[in-house]
């Protein structure tokens, strides 16, 4: 990145950091849903922009990190910092199981997205009939009421869980750099251009995608512990649906596939646009279900046909940010 890009950056993060000083109540609310559809579309993007793998699912694994951790606060007591590890292991399990069977099978492309669509729909009927983690019915995180913000046990004024989701896009966004940047990243982009290629310079295709579903897994269950405590509330219908797994792919297809700050600037895109649309709806009083996914479906084609990279890279070679055409930032 150019130094005009890094300052750009540093002055985006002041912003950020600063937002909650001068914004109300609904601002912070629409910037946590930003940031948190900016966090899981990152962990999205290390499987399909990283390694190639195209998952349709991924709703699977923030429900099962929030229905893990709200389940563990709820009947055991456990605090959802520690929640989290139980609700990451079981994210990557479930991963890696899919990914086993997908890999060893040779499920491949389309047919792999379809096998992760089934396991999200299997875990969505599953969690309507288990009674244990409250069925049809939802369920429930006590709020915390007026007992003041509490880090520990995720509790606390819409402040706290903006600032928490901002480091947590902060942290994603420098282990992606992180994993992209090392041997373990050559080779998912290996994996993700040349898989034969990759194969014949003695690259496990096995190991470096199961390695990516599992980290991707792993990342989004912990947006699932924060969607978990952030709403109080949670129902098979909405956490597993097919819906909320094209709402996390999204920003990184908006933003551009495969960069690093493209699903950020994705997310920054879509979610104001559909919160104001939205609120042109209410305000006129009409009555259009389905216009807000009308809206993606048009958003998305548009970019598809006149941005096929993404808004990130063509924007970035537009404002100099990047010191060549295909360079990451």
Known sequence: MTRRGMVLLALLAVVLLAAPLFADRYV???????????????????????????????????????????????????????????????????????????????????????????????????????????????????????????????????????????????????????????????????VREEPEAAEAVGVDLFRARITAVAVSSALTALGGVFQAFYFNNLFPEQVFSMGRSIEIILPAIVGGIGTLIGPILGAFILTPLGELLTFLIEVSGLDLPGLKQLFYGVALVVIVVYRPDGVWPWLARRLGLVRQPGEDA
């Open 28 to 190: 912070v609310s629409v910037l946590t849903t930003v940031l948190w559809f900016a966090y899981v579309g990152q962990a999205w993007n290390v499987m399909m922009g990283f390694s190639g793998l195209l998952s349709l699912g991924h709703a699977l694994y923030v429900g099962l990190g929030a229905y893990a951790s709200a389940a563990l606060f709820v009947h055991f007591g456990i605090g959802p910092w520690l929640g989290i590890w139980v609700a990451m292991l079981a994210a990557t399990l479930a991963g890696c199981f899919i990914g086993f069977l997908g890999f060893r099978f040779g499920v491949r492309g389309v047919h792999f997205a379809l096998l992760t669509i089934a396991f999200a729909e299997v875990a969505r009927i599953g969690f309507d009939h288990l009674q244990w983690f409250g069925g049809s019915g939802g369920f429930f995180i006590p709020v915390a009421g007026d007992a003041g913000n509490d880090l520990l046990n995720l509790r606390g004024s819409p402040t706290l869980f903006y600032y928490v989701i901002l480091a947590l896009v902060v942290g994603a966004l420098a282990l992606s750099r992180r994993l992209l940047h090392s041997r373990l990243g050559y080779q998912w982009l290996a």
